[in-house]
């Protein structure tokens, strides 16, 4: 069986599959702070980028079929290891007692300078995941 390939209204412009399905995993792409139209949320406001990067990686998660619940693994890229604080608590607050495995990496910068964060996810939505 092929992948299939999901997009969000947010992010459907950028050239990319925000989510691909294989089985019965969902690979989201790494998810940014932008609203639908493309324009940046938040510049400078780590607790607002956050807040959209998580909602657009809800979007494609669900785009895809999988639910928050389902997300087996998430990484995610900061400018700043003062931000993790910022993430960490939203991160907490979006998939409560259903944790994913975490990694998070502190990077010299972004495709677009004035993001400050992006998130990337794997979600099982198999036997296991269900």
Do not use: W
């Not at 079929?65 to 997300?71: C, K, L, M, P, Y």
């Amino acid at each position: 069986m092929p992948p299939e390939r999901f997009d969000t209204e947010a992010l459907s412009f950028a050239g990319m599959s925000q989510a691909v399905r294989h089985g019965d995993l969902v690979h989201v792409s790494g998810q940014v702070a932008l609203a639908p139209g493309g324009e940046l949320v938040g510049e400078g406001d780590i607790e607002a980028q956050v807040r959209q990067a998580l909602a657009n990686l809800e979007a494609a998660l669900a785009a895809a079929g999988a639910r928050v619940e389902d997300t087996i693994k998430v990484t995610c890229f900061l400018l700043d290891a003062a931000h993790y604080p910022a993430y960490a608590a939203a991160k907490a607050e979006l998939f409560g007692d259903s944790a994913p495995a975490s990694t998070c990496v502190v990077v010299k910068g972004l495709l677009d300078p004035r993001m400050l964060i992006e998130v990337e996810a794997v979600a099982a939505t198999g036997p296991a995941g269900s």
